[in-house]
């Protein structure tokens, strides 16, 4: 006869199972829903003897006709060009459409159509804490899934295009483990939804990836339709930061923008912006994210005088930025 302490255990135990059960369940429905969208990418460049390889990576499909968005630093380089192998046997050859290393995001284009599309997602919906899969296909065989959980939101990435610095804001921080040849693969939600490009590996047990979110859309759809991005730039990193009590009654929000760093000579720094000031709005439009930064910086920005209002200590100051496009 079991004792009640003998009960209770092997009830705690059914609902471990069940709850394994249940996770199982949902990487491996993630998994075979988003693996058909993910492709190995075979990288070459020009090279004396001909085409010599340039490094392997992975790449999720955008649209059935061909599109597919990658790592920049997979595909960035003169002449490149590869082969994209799917899980289905297919090996399309590709051609680089647009490169943005300053965002980590490149745009290819396969030859061949009736791909299999990934749904892209809203990383600005994430919570740390949350299941989340990492799909690549380091092999051209079979995907490579990894699981995990989102460990942290609102990192800052730096990225580099010739002599030019700027931080990818909003970087997904997570657990999943990301493997070789992961670089430009999938970071999927538990409703399959690609909420993140893996970009790279942050240490021991860590990896980051660029979010899916308005301001990376914008980048997309500019590299598919132009082959580049335009965008304004006026010389701050920032951060998420919650507004004091006092502001959150003043301006009815709870957070705002914290400058951690101006750079020398940029219209920040000319506009007497500081860092540690908190940015509340840009060109009349609230700011609660970086994103809502980023929104604002676009190529209509640039040359025109913006106003911006912040929180300086206790003190309100509404002053005027001039963006100039950010070169690489």
Do not use: C
């Not at 301006?251 to 509340?280: F, K, N």
């Not at 980023?294 to 209002?309: L, N, S, Y």
């Not at 100051?317 to 100039?324: A, F, G, K, Y």
């Amino acid at each position: 006869m079991s004792t009640t302490a003998e009960r209770y255990e092997d009830e705690a135990e059914a609902r471990e199972a069940e709850a394994l059960d249940a996770y199982s369940r949902v990487v491996v429905d993630v998994a075979e829903r988003v693996a058909p969208s993910v492709a190995n990418l075979r990288v070459m460049r020009r090279g004396r003897a001909g085409q010599v390889p340039a490094g392997a990576g992975s790449a999720v499909a955008l649209s059935p006709d061909g599109f597919l968005v990658t790592s920049a630093h997979v595909v960035a380089g003169p002449g490149r060009t590869g082969r994209a192998t799917f899980v289905d046997g297919r090996e399309l050859s590709w051609r680089v459409v647009g490169v943005d290393r300053l965002s980590d995001l490149a745009v290819l284009r396969a030859d061949g159509g009736d791909l299999v599309p990934a749904t892209l997602g809203e990383a600005e919906k994430l919570r740390v804490g949350q299941l989340v899969v990492a799909i690549g296909n380091p092999n051209g065989f079979a995907g490579s899934v990894t699981a995990g959980v989102v460990s942290a939101l609102g990192r800052s990435l730096p990225a580099r295009a010739g002599r030019t610095v700027r931080h990818i804001d909003n970087v997904i921080q997570t657990d999943a483990a990301l493997n070789p040849g992961n670089s430009g693969g999938a970071l999927v939600d538990s409703s399959a939804r690609v909420i993140g490009i893996n970009t790279a590996v942050a240490g021991v047990g860590l990896g980051l990836a660029v979010p899916i979110n308005a301001a990376t859309r914008q980048i997309v759809g500019a590299l598919m339709r132009d082959g580049r991005v335009r965008r304004a730039w006026i010389g701050i990193a920032a951060g998420p930061r919650p507004l004091p009590p006092h502001a959150r009654v003043r301006v009815g929000r709870l957070a705002g923008v914290e400058i951690i760093e101006v750079s020398a000579g940029s219209p920040a720094q000319r506009g007497g912006l500081r860092a540690e000031d908190l940015i509340v709005e840009l060109d009349g439009q609230a700011i609660e994210r970086v994103d809502d930064v980023q929104r604002a910086m676009t190529h209509e920005a640039i040359g025109h005088p913006v106003p911006i209002r912040v929180l300086r200590g206790d003190r309100w100051l509404d002053l005027t930025v001039s963006p100039v496009e950010l070169a690489e």
